[in-house]
């Protein structure tokens, strides 16, 4: 039995060469269903370094799913015995200019496009750098 996890260490995701935005911007709220987006924004945004990549997909899919959190600890390794899209697949990444940083122990915060952070950590030859996946084919 494989267990699979989409996180990363010491690794600085850039945001998309695709991406829109020329800063982080706050993705739409929509009250009656939160997007994907918007969950992970507020997670990250509101607790920087608390979590890993798994811990955020992870609620991300228990809060859409309006899991109990007594049934977290089941879910979460059914959940995770299917690979699950990373972080560089997020929207956030993609379509509202917002880069993310795991630390040494994988835990996460987000570093919008226009701050001198995200140029510091683009420029730090310590971290490991991946871009965002593209929102469109290449041509």
């Known amino acids: 039995m ?3 996890t989409t996180n990363y260490f010491d690794t600085f995701i850039e945001v998309a060469d695709d991406c829109p935005a020329v800063t982080g911007q706050i993705p739409p709220l929509n009250v009656s269903a939160p997007s994907v987006a918007t969950i992970q924004f507020e997670l990250i945004s509101q607790q920087p370094y608390a979590f890993t990549s798994d811990e955020i997909i992870f609620r991300v899919y228990a809060i859409r799913n309006d899991l109990a959190a007594s049934h977290y600890a089941i879910a979460k390794k059914e959940f995770f015995l299917k690979g ?6 997020s929207a956030l990444a993609k379509r509202y200019g917002w880069g993310f940083h795991f630390d040494h122990q994988g835990k996460v915060a987000l570093i919008g496009l226009e701050t001198d952070d995200y140029k510091k950590y683009c420029s730090n030859i310590s971290l490991k750098k991946i871009k965002a996946m593209r929102s469109k084919k290449a041509k």
């Open 2 to 4: 494989i267990v699979h």
């Open 84 to 89: 699950q899209a990373c972080l560089r697949s």
